[in-house]
């Protein structure tokens, strides 16, 4: 495939197959895709050409890429194309950092620190930190990339006495801040859902505003079960997902 050029998947129709025209176009796609013969974040031709090239109507093309959405296999932008899926984060349902997560599986992160500021703590961080209202934490907004595409943005609050600096931050993840202070992640407390993309976080995170998100909020606890932070994030649901086990 030449550089800056689309990939054109050699797909062959049969007209006299009883099988759909779209699915003869999106089930090579499909197993294109799956298998990694099309790297994820590859442009794909648009339905327009797809159209002509093959010789079939355009819905026809559009219906074949709708199914590939649909599968969470291409992710469709206007003005960027039609791309393959980035890669796919898979995180278990466990007490650990984003940033150690992607390093162990291999994949070298990145953070930009886009807020850093004192301020008083508000009714909801006060009572998941358990301290008084307005008194003075930390709060830090963050956008963790991956291969150079969005994935998360996480705020997070903490008590000034523990908090990084907007420094410490660029260097290191969270957790491996307080572990380096000795302070340790003992236990926490989080819930797992999921919503639409604000304008705003579809700005960050290069998707449409109204896209899906998942959301986790996090307290986490030391080995006094004292409270040592509260986190709100927000994930890329075309290239996050969680993972557990269920036992009977």
């Known amino acids: 495939m030449p550089n800056g050029h689309p ?33 994820p974040g590859t442009r794909l031709e648009d339905e327009v050409s797809m159209a002509a090239r093959l010789k079939v109507s355009r819905p026809t093309a559009r219906r074949a890429m709708e199914t590939l959405t649909n599968r969470g296999l291409i992710v469709r932008r206007r003005g960027a194309g039609t791309q393959v899926t980035p890669m796919r984060v898979h995180r278990p349902m466990s007490l650990t950092s984003l940033n150690d997560d992607l ?44 291969r150079d595409e969005p994935l998360a943005i996480m705020q997070n609050w903490l008590p000034t006495s523990i908090a990084p600096s907007r420094a410490d931050l660029e260097q290191s993840g969270l957790y491996a801040f307080l572990r ?37 909020q996090r307290t986490a606890y030391d080995e006094q079960h004292k409270a040592i932070e509260f986190g709100m994030h927000v994930y890329r649901a075309s290239m996050y997902s969680y993972d557990q086990t269920v036992l009977a």
Request: aromatic letters at 4%.
């Open 180 to 216: 380096d202070r000795d302070v340790k992640v003992a236990a926490g407390y989080q819930q797992i859902g999921a919503r639409l993309a604000t304008a705003d976080e579809g700005r960050l995170l290069n998707e449409p505003a109204g896209a899906a998100l998942l959301t986790m």
């Open 7 to 39: 990939y054109v998947a050699d797909i062959h129709i049969d007209r006299e197959s009883p099988t759909p025209l779209h699915a003869q176009i999106a089930e090579p796609l499909t197993e294109l895709i799956e298998t990694g013969k099309i790297p």
């Open 103 to 146: 390093e162990k599986s291999g994949v070298d992160p990145s953070t930009s620190v886009l807020d850093w500021r004192l301020e008083p703590a508000t009714p909801g961080v006060a009572a998941a930190l358990g301290i008084p209202i307005d008194t003075e934490v930390v709060f830090f907004k963050r956008l963790r990339m991956l």
